[in-house]
């Protein structure tokens, strides 16, 4: 049995915040966006450009099989990573844009981190090799 790793797929209180947050501040792009009759929610497909790899953001309706509520900061996801040419200079930018700021840029090893906040939470690894 071979496993690959897909996607991650992460529930949002906002689709419409949310999906701004991830398009317009992460510069990702929508590749699909497909309501879910099932449970009255919806979803959408996003990738940055030059990676292969996907995030889907889920919305679900208070009282539908698939909500978890009460919305638990993240629903418990620990991170989400991206890699930048300057990860202090990609925070100052994206807090100016209205990220929430969650950690300012430190230097781990060879490596330059920083970490802002998604609309519900979520931190946003932003990271550089020095």
């Known amino acids: 049995m071979r496993y690959t790793h897909a996607y991650v797929g992460i529930q949002v209180r906002d689709l419409e915040r949310s ?13 699909r ?3 879910v009759p099932e449970t009255g929610g919806e979803w959408v497909e996003l990738k940055s450009p030059g990676s292969p790899h996907l995030l889907e953001l889920n919305w679900y309706p208070e009282g539908s099989r698939h909500f ?3 919305y638990r900061n993240g629903d ?3 991170h989400l990573a991206f890699e930048c040419e300057d990860a202090a200079a990609a925070y100052r930018e ?6 929430g700021p969650a950690l300012e840029p430190f ?11 998604d609309p ?11």
């Open 68 to 70: 978890r509520g009460p």
């Open 120 to 130: 519900d939470g979520i931190w946003i690894e932003l990271y550089s090799e020095r």
């Open 94 to 99: 994206l807090v100016g844009k209205g990220a």
């Open 33 to 35: 966006r497909e309501a």
């Open 19 to 31: 999906l701004r947050f991830y398009r317009d501040l992460l510069g990702m792009e929508v590749l």
């Open 107 to 117: 230097l781990e090893g060879g490596t330059q981190l920083a970490y802002i906040s």
């Open 76 to 78: 418990e996801l620990d």
